[in-house]
């Protein structure tokens, strides 16, 4: 529910701010925020769960024709029943509002706000509007930018001018693990204009203009791949100097794969111990066991070395673009799961957290 739960997220995304709101405009003079940014700057009323904050606002670029991709998972996919700016995505609504409005709201929260992320959606206009509003929120702004951006509609060129303009990250949205499940999900299988090469491509160069750990590679657990699938696009994307920003599948109501299960919790604990330890260089998934099944058996390093990383339960947090510190201010409250079952933790575990994904871990 993306920072509220149930009947409470409802009615803030029915009860946005009319005047404030927009769904009319188009970017760079407007933007849509998420439902948990929206709260952030004060734009929508409601609580997060258990006193979660968000530390990034994140905004997507928005256009009456919408996004001409395709995603079978995405609730703004080209196919999906409904007029652009009613679709909702990450199950949330995402109003629309005056991107001067979303600076000076930002610039009130300083406190809270770490980062904020402009994301791209295939669109013949997005690249230039990007650079646009870019270039006021590195000159306006009090925090980092950084850029969740569409390779199909890029070239290498802009990524130089990304980091030019004022971004200090960029980050990849990869999210299948295997050539063949985004093909099937994402490429030719939907009729969609995503190719795999291309992502590949834009992720390695990306490294190669803004450094080691300077660019994440979103990856998505539970679209049909096995642990060690996973765990071995992990490996490749650190190895190419990125890191891993991973998502459990929550499926989206009304998109291709509205009847497709999130991935059983053991199976998710798993992958972000796994992350942990291939993204902070304690071990690689070559040394990592697997059953018959692709399951992870054995994490390749020392057994009380996987208890430590458990104990304090970083690993489970949700994992972005980072603020302040080392964890991520990209912290998407509740984006994955609903808050009764956490997937990624947007907030300090406490102990009865820690005993839960404990027991979590050792669910085959």
Known sequence: MNGLTGHAAAESAKNFDKKNADISGSSPEYLKVSLAAAMTMDFVP????????????????????????????????????????????????????????????TLKKKKIVDRICISMITHEKAKEDTFTILKRFSGELHCPV??????????????????????????????????????EYRGIGVGGPHRWEKYIDTLEYS??????????????????????????????????????????????????????????????RRIQVARHIIDYDMGRAEDMKFDENGKITDFGIPFKNVAEIVERGTAFQTTGCPG???????????????????????????????????KELLEY
Request: aromatic fraction near 10%.
């Open 207 to 268: 490294v190669s203009v803004f450094g080691k750990n300077k660019v994440g590679c979103h990856l998505v657990v539970g679209l049909g791949e096995t642990e060690k699938e996973m765990s071995e696009r992990m490996q490749a994307v650190r190895d190419k100097g990125a890191r891993s920003h991973l998502f459990s599948f929550y499926r989206e109501k009304g998109s291709k794969l509205e009847n497709h299960p999130q991935c059983p919790a053991g199976q998710y």
């Open 324 to 358: 302040r510190t080392e964890i991520s201010a990209c912290n998407r409250p509740f984006g994955d799961s609903s808050p009764k079952n956490i997937r990624s933790f947007p907030f300090e575990l406490n102990a009865a957290d820690v005993n839960r994904v404990r």
């Open 146 to 183: 950084s850029i969740l951006m569409t390779p199909t509609i890029l070239k290498h060129k802009d990524i130089d001018a990304f980091k030019e303009y004022g971004a200090d990250m960029v980050t990849v949205a990869l999210d299948a693990a295997t050539p063949e499940l985004f093909d």
């Open 46 to 105: 409601g609580i997060f769960y258990r006193s979660a904050c968000l530390h990034c606002i994140n905004v997507l670029l928005t256009y009456e024709e919408g996004c001409r991709a395709n995603c079978a998972y995405c609730g703004l996919q080209k196919s999906r029943e409904g007029g652009y700016n009613d679709k909702s995505f990450i199950r949330v609504d995402w109003p629309a509002y005056r991107t001067d409005d979303i600076i000076a709201s």
